[in-house]
């Protein structure tokens, strides 16, 4: 079956780095286009980054750009988020999603809290 299975949260101070990981199964992960997805408490989901299918295009939001950067590996069937410089305001729980026409798989998520 499909999984998605993200990890590399935790607690970092502001100004330090986290790298998330999801590890996925179940579907040809080369066909499909990955993102990472934020969900802050009280707000709605949204779009950190994308990465094509075969890496050769990503796109940011306005609030990373500069600061995290993704990237994929299809012979492990891994997409990574590399995050720098983080702010306070980077704390969420992380998905990441794959996307091919009208398939959507979900990851279960992992928390990423910037503290000091």
């Known amino acids: 079956q499909v999984q998605l299975v993200e990890s590399g949260g935790g607690l970092v101070q502001p100004g330090g780095s986290l790298r998330l990981s999801c590890a996925a199964s179940g579907f040809t992960f080369s066909s499909y286009a990955m993102s990472w997805y934020r969900q802050a408490p009280g707000k709605e989901r949204e779009l950190v980054a994308v990465i094509t299918s075969t890496g050769g295009s990503t796109s940011y939001a306005e609030s990373v750009k500069g600061r995290f950067t993704i990237s994929r590996d299809n012979r492990k069937n891994t997409v990574y988020l590399q995050m720098n410089s983080l702010k306070p305001e980077d704390t969420a729980v992380y998905y990441c999603?794959?996307?091919?026409?009208?398939?959507?798989?979900w990851g279960q998520g992992t928390q990423v809290t910037v503290s000091s």
């Open positions: 999603l794959a996307n091919r026409l009208r398939n959507d798989y």
